[in-house]
């Protein structure tokens, strides 16, 4: 019998045919996030500011989408709803990490992480909720962190707190729109094995499950939050860490 890491066919209900957006889709863990959507079924639109590459499958669109750009952001799904269909799994994944002191925090740099990080996945938000309302279905998935649980490892406030936003959006979203069959979850990965986590991966050690996680990890996660299965789950913050914190 052959076997696979993931299946030949889709076997998640409530994903195949569904219109699935992903930010920050050009690599890392959104490009992982959104071929996963796309393996079961889901048409899936890659939102980055640059084409990712290898896109193959007839079901995969690249649209280029700054989220930090209101007028940018409702482009962008304009061309998802003309060319797909109104979003229907959307999942917020943007964002950038900087190590900075807190004294050396600059304002500008404050602004930015949350520009990129939190006011991001709100304008995205904002844009697909109409729709999803309309439908009274829809599943958003917002990436935060576990440092927005702790503030994050020594330098590192202004990504911890954007990302505690992230949880609290998700917690929001999740609390007004129930009633229209829109669930709305977070997951706080830590430690996971992407261009991110440069310089730190000795922390390895602390690790529980005695490995850093894998864009798989998190990836199999939103797959889970984005199926009809997962209709009774929202308002939550997954931790995907392997052990690394335990609350």
């Not at 590459?53 to 750009?69: G, I, N, S, Y």
Request: aromatic share 6%; hydrophobic share 45%.
């Amino acid at each position: 019998m052959a076997t696979s890491s993931e299946p030949s066919h889709p076997i998640i209900d409530g994903i195949a045919g569904r219109v699935a957006a992903v930010t920050g889709a050009a690599r890392g863990i959104g490009r992982e996030v959104a071929d996963l959507l796309t393996k079961h079924g889901a048409l899936t639109a890659y939102l980055d500011l640059s084409e990712p590459p290898a896109l193959t499958a007839p079901t995969e669109r690249f649209v280029q989408c700054d989220v930090t750009d209101p007028q940018s952001v409702d482009n962008a799904f304009s061309i998802v709803e003309r060319h797909l269909g109104p979003t229907e799994i959307l999942v917020n994944n943007a964002g950038i990490f900087e190590i900075l002191p807190f004294a050396e925090t600059s304002p500008e740099a404050w602004d930015r992480m949350l520009r990129v990080n939190l006011t991001g996945a709100f304008l995205c938000a904002q844009r697909v909720l109409p729709g999803m309302q309309e439908a009274e279905y829809g599943r958003i998935v917002s990436i935060g962190s576990s440092a927005g649980k702790t503030g994050g490892s020594k330098n590192t406030a202004a990504y911890g707190v954007s990302k505690a936003g992230i949880h609290a959006l998700a917690k929001a979203i999740a609390t007004e729109y129930a009633p229209y069959g829109i669930t709305s979850n977070a997951l706080a990965p830590a430690l996971i094995n992407t261009d991110m986590v440069t310089g730190i991966a000795d922390l390895v050690n602390r690790i529980p499950v005695g490995r850093l996680g894998e864009p798989t990890d998190v990836a199999r996660a939103v797959l889970f939050l984005s199926a009809e299965s997962a209709s009774f789950i929202t308002g939550e913050v997954m931790d995907v860490n392997g052990g690394f914190l335990i609350d």
